[in-house]
């Protein structure tokens, strides 16, 4: 049972890793760098792992890009 939880946790970690790369890469496409976008530790070292996206820390200006660039209510 343990090497069963252990793949599953390691399939939990890649997976919020790739999630990571696709919000990294859309960010990107348009014009917003978050360099200190990653897993947070002390969530992905918990057992199981649950990791949890940390946007990590930026300018006021740089945390107000993404919401210019999403849709709005009325896009929905």
Known sequence: MKEEAKRSSAGTVEAAKEAVAE???????????LPSLR??????????????????RC??????RPAAV???EGSR
């Open 59 to 64: 300018t006021v200006e740089t945390a107000r």
């Open 23 to 33: 919000l990294r890469t859309a960010l990107e496409r348009v014009g917003i760098k």
């Open 39 to 56: 897993l947070d530790l002390v969530t992905r070292a918990a057992g199981p792992p649950r990791p949890l996206v940390e946007p990590g």
């Open 70 to 72: 999403l849709p709005g």
